[in-house]
């Protein structure tokens, strides 16, 4: 896709140059904010895909995700399955989801118009909150696994090694969606089709499959996603609804296609967020990082679009 | 000729059974009709909006706004009620206006995205304000409007309702319309044929963020009590919207149909199922943009327009 291996943009970087001299300042909110970051690059990924080859904003997003995280905890409750474990069967779980959903619905849209496209999303992220509202209730679920809850110590802060996991796993999936991209056939046909759908289905490509393919892929993941995050997180109807704009924001800020930069972005970000959470007395303010970045990417970008 | 009296006859008619439902409705009916009309209010807003192509998920925002300033207004400054809301449309408009400069640039996903996230960045602001707003703990109105005197209320609400449908027919009937609809269809030709497109984007934000900030003016003084997570709860956005969809956009009349059938649904529905009556709202909306696209307005015109032009041949 880009000749260069590693695409960073010039915003980015002087992002992340104010925020290693932040991190000097406050270095456990730099571990906190790496930690948290991959969580968002983890789940900002999957809305990328979608974004990036189908060209469908998925606003429940977010809520497949509080979808997933209920079933896991079920798996947890009923079967005793590790919430670790059970990233396996979730991602099948919801492989399929996301097959249903697509033949259901999405597949009817392609070609309705971006504003159908995001009224039927929302149509969805609504029935998904209120369907867990009906059937959980709004009160919210924990889970207790022991690893959880194990800290080292650094300087004179404890820190969970749990947390951990979400940035590996990020990684983990970025390099598997990136040799998925380039190495497999479906993968490339995938990218031909972000680039240029008209012309890949001039070529042959197969355009409804690759976005099937995509789009159960994508609600896929997720699953993993609910799954690491189940033993640290607790499961609420609206657990997952930040997460749908929080991705939207770091995809915005990367650029489309740039998977590498959700997480660079997502990293920067959640030290950011962490930063003014450490601040006593303006925690509540740090919800406003991402929204601020993402109105600041979207206006810039819409004023240079605008100028030239 | 005739058709004209007739009509007139037949909305007179109606109008005055609206005003004066308070006296031979129960109180019940008064409350659902109340609502309904609230509703209808939101959705033909968002259905101006809609008219020009900007698909605008704001209408939480700007509820939230009108009625978290009119019941700091009342009761921080001790304000009249009836003040409070247009000092609540005054500033939201104010508020409108400075974000049409900035956003009205916005198309597509963009504009979308930007109202909701800005709808998101109201309810934290309003959140961590504790001292002004109550922060998240709410704010309870002892005073509310007319001492609570239903009848008076209705009134207010009728008033607003019935101001917002004039405004949006009104614009369905002038050059506004044209300037609009060619805004909607295909933004270079209408720029190349000279409609300032910026000024009616414009124009048709403020009035519509102006319109639903007073729904939640009037929302708050009616029910006496402003909670982040009330005030700029989605449902505000959710309902309104499946309203629009399910009478037919783009159309005053579609709006004011599809809010009457499913305000009635609604009520029906949260009888049946006091819980999980909201799905069905989802499962509408999803339904309608993959089957019914030009709601039960639009598909009942085009059939009248199919058969006519059919008779004609």
């Given at each position: 896709m880009n000749a260069k291996p590693f695409h960073l943009n010039r915003t980015l970087l002087i992002l992340i140059i104010l925020l290693v001299v932040i991190a000097i300042w406050k270095p456990v909110a730099l571990i906190y904010g790496l930690q948290r970051g991959g969580l968002y690059a983890l789940i900002a990924l999957p809305l990328a895909l979608i974004l990036g080859i189908?060209?469908?904003?998925?606003?429940g997003h977010g809520d497949f995700l509080t979808l997933a995280m209920y079933i896991g905890y079920l798996l947890f409750e009923n079967?005793?399955?590790d919430p670790l474990l059970s990233m396996i069967p979730l991602f099948f779980i919801f492989l399929a989801l996301g097959m249903g959903i697509y033949m259901l619905t999405i597949k009817y849209v392609l070609k309705s118009g971006e504003l159908n496209q995001l009224i039927l999303t929302f149509g969805i992220s609504m029935v998904i909150i209120q369907m867990a509202e009906l059937i959980w209730t709004t009160r919210p679920r924990n889970l207790y696994v022991p690893y959880a809850s194990s800290s080292v110590s650094f300087l004179d802060f404890s820190v969970g090694t749990?947390?951990?996991?979400y940035p590996a796993l990020a990684i983990g999936v970025l390099v598997a969606l990136r040799l998925f991209l380039k190495k497999t056939k479906l993968g490339q046909a995938a990218t031909a089709v972000g680039q240029n759908p008209r012309g890949a289905e001039i070529v042959g490509i197969d355009t409804n499959r690759v976005y099937f393919t995509v789009f159960s892929i994508s609600i896929g993941i997720l699953g993993i996603a609910a799954g690491v995050m189940l033993p640290r997180t607790s499961v609420f109807?609206?657990?997952?609804?930040?997460?749908t704009l929080k991705s939207f924001a770091l995809v915005a800020m990367a650029g489309l296609g740039n998977l590498n930069g959700i997480l660079v972005g997502g990293i920067a970000l959640g030290i950011a967020e962490a930063v003014i959470q450490s601040i006593p007395g303006y925690g509540g303010w740090s919800d406003l990082v991402f929204f601020g970045v993402l109105l600041t990417v979207i206006l810039t970008r819409a004023y240079r679009r605008s100028e030239s | 000729m005739k058709n004209r009296i007739g009509l007139t006859i037949a909305v007179a008619g109606l109008l005055s059974i609206m005003i004066s439902l308070p006296y031979y409705s129960g109180a019940y009916f008064l409350s659902v009709t109340m609502t309904i009309l609230l509703n209808m209010t939101l959705a033909v807003s968002w259905d101006m909006m809609l008219r020009t192509g900007q698909l605008s998920f704001g209408i939480a925002g700007f509820f939230g706004i009108g009625s978290y300033v009119s019941i700091v207004a009342v009761s921080?400054?001790?304000?009249?009620n009836v003040v409070s809301i247009f000092l609540a449309a005054a500033s939201v408009a104010v508020i409108a206006l400075a974000l049409a400069f900035a956003i009205l640039k916005l198309r597509g996903i963009y504009f979308a995205i930007t109202t909701l996230a800005l709808t998101m960045v109201f309810s934290v602001i309003v959140r961590n304000m504790p001292t002004l707003t109550g922060g998240s703990g709410g704010k309870v109105l002892y005073n509310t409007i007319f001492n609570g005197d239903t009848t008076k209320i209705y009134w207010l609400i009728l008033t607003m309702t019935l101001f917002t449908i004039f405004l949006s027919i009104a614009f369905e009937k002038t050059r506004v319309h044209y300037a609009i609809s060619s805004i909607r269809n295909d933004e270079i030709v209408a720029k190349s044929s000279g409609i300032n497109v910026f000024k009616y984007l414009t124009i048709l934000f403020v009035i519509t963020a102006m319109i639903q900030g007073v729904a939640g003016a009037i929302y708050t003084q009616q029910y006496g009590f402003a909670y982040p997570e009330t005030a700029f709860s989605l449902d505000f956005l959710m309902l309104p919207m499946a309203m629009a969809l399910v009478g037919g956009i783009y159309s005053t009349w579609g709006s004011v149909i599809g809010s009457v059938v499913l305000g009635l649904v609604a009520e029906y529905l949260r009888l049946v199922m006091p819980h999980g009556s909201r799905i069905i709202y989802g499962i509408i909306v999803i339904l309608i943009i993959m089957?019914?696209?030009?709601?039960i307005y639009g598909t009942i015109e085009n059939r009248l327009r199919a058969t006519r032009s059919g008779a004609r041949e």
């Open positions: 189908i060209g469908i904003l998925n606003l079967l005793k399955i749990y947390e951990f996991l109807p609206l657990t997952g609804s930040p997460y | 921080n400054f001790g304000i009249n089957f019914l696209p030009k709601g």
